[in-house]
Every structure is written in C-alpha cells, then in structure tokens.
C-alpha cells in the first residue's frame, strides 16, 4: 500500500496524471471515499495524463462516460446509483474496457464483481482542502510499482 498526501485539488489532479503513467489497457481501477472527496478530479487527473482533452464529468446521473481521445480510453463509471449487481453486469463495463482503463467511483460497492486484478484507490478527506490516496494493489497490481505515484 501507498499513501500520498493532497493538500488542493491540483495535487489531487496531479496524482492522477502520475498514476495514468502506470495504466495498461484491460487495468481496472475502483475509486472510494466520501461524497466530495475528489473521485472525479482523481479520474480527471488519469485523463489528463493519458492525453483525453475533453473535461471528465461526474457519471454520476449517467452512469457512464467513455473518453476515447487519448493514448487508451477510458470509461468512467459511477455505480452509486445501481441497485444490484445484476444492474452492474447489465452495463458490461469489463467489455466496454477491454482495450482501455475502467475506473469505477463508488468501487467498493462492486469490487466482487470486478476482476481480481485490480487497484483500490482511496480518498479521505483531512481538512477543507486535504486529502490522504491510499493505493491498495490486488492480485497481480501487487507486483506493480506504485512509486511514480508519489512523485
């Protein structure tokens, strides 16, 4: 596990974009913390990083965004919403992503259902402006260096 401290939505930005630097397509990645804790700055950052010049909105109403200007797409789920698993499996996100990077806000929620290969980002909130990501690698991302993230 890493830890990298935020203190303002650029760091935060700017962890991502370190972080999209590691992504390979097929890569999975599942996004935790409170409401306004900066999950889609977190993927806005990871965009930015792979080249995506659009700006990266919340899914949140949507559910889903695919960004696919960049040097991998991405689709950005927000699975707040969903009432089951079987809604999950309905949107076929693995599928979506295959050539590209899934990151999935509200990550926890489903990270069963997620291939066993996957990275846990966790953000907390500290104070108005600071944040703690915490990067927990599973399965084969255990074997990944995480160090670029921390700058």
Known sequence: ???????SPADTIAVGRRLARLLR??????????LGCGKTLFVSGI???LGVEEPVTSPSFVIVH???GGFLPIVHADVYRLSSIGE???????D???DGV????WGHAVERSV???????ELEVLGDLDRRIRFVPMGKWSARSLEDVTG
Do not use: T
């Not at 291939?115 to 980002?121: A, M, R, S, T, Y």
């Open 1 to 7: 596990m890493i830890e990298v401290a935020s203190a």
């Open 25 to 34: 397509p097929g890569d999975v990645v599942l996004l935790a913390g409170a």
């Open 47 to 49: 965009a930015e990083g």
């Open 66 to 68: 695919q960004y696919n």
């Open 88 to 94: 999950l499996d309905d949107l076929e996100l693995p």
């Open 96 to 98: 979506l992503a295959r």
């Open 102 to 105: 899934l990151v999935i806000e």
């Open 115 to 121: 291939p066993e290969d996957h990275l846990v980002v």
